[in-house]
């Protein structure tokens, strides 16, 4: 089952996007939801993590934007979102939404998700 990503684009430092994570075939709400990103010429690196009702419910923000990027999901909508306020050059990168039943402990590995899709291009530039 395949996500799908969306709300990219170019925006100038400081700021604001909301990426959408929609899927049509898996209940989202059922899963745990997370969001990488990947720079070019960088390793992928996980940027938020949202557990499923089942697992607590409990977000997670990686050092590097917490204070600045906000989860949330809506329920009726079957989607995720990724509000990025404040935005930073170094945030460009393509940014993935991704969902599954990891671990507590393996939730900021990537290959532990079994769902994802093809990403979305946010760019951050004057």
């Known amino acids: 089952v395949q996500l799908q990503a969306s709300g990219g684009g170019l925006v100038q430092p400081g700021g604001s996007l909301r990426l959408s994570c929609t899927s049509s075939g898996l209940n989202l709400n059922s899963y745990t939801v997370a969001w990488f990103r990947q720079a070019p010429g960088k390793e992928r690196e996980g940027v938020s993590v949202h557990r499923s009702r089942y697992s607590g419910g409990r977000i997670y923000y990686s050092d590097s934007v917490k204070g600045r990027f906000t989860v949330s999901r809506d329920s009726a909508k079957n989607t995720a979102y990724l509000q990025m306020n404040n935005l930073k050059p170094d945030d460009t990168a393509v940014y993935y939404c991704?969902?599954?039943?990891?671990?507590?402990?393996?939730?900021?590995?990537?290959?532990?998700?079994?769902?994802w899709g093809q990403g979305t291009q946010v760019t951050v530039s004057s």
């Open positions: 991704v969902a599954g039943v990891p671990i507590l402990s393996a939730q900021w590995e990537f290959r532990n998700y079994r769902h």
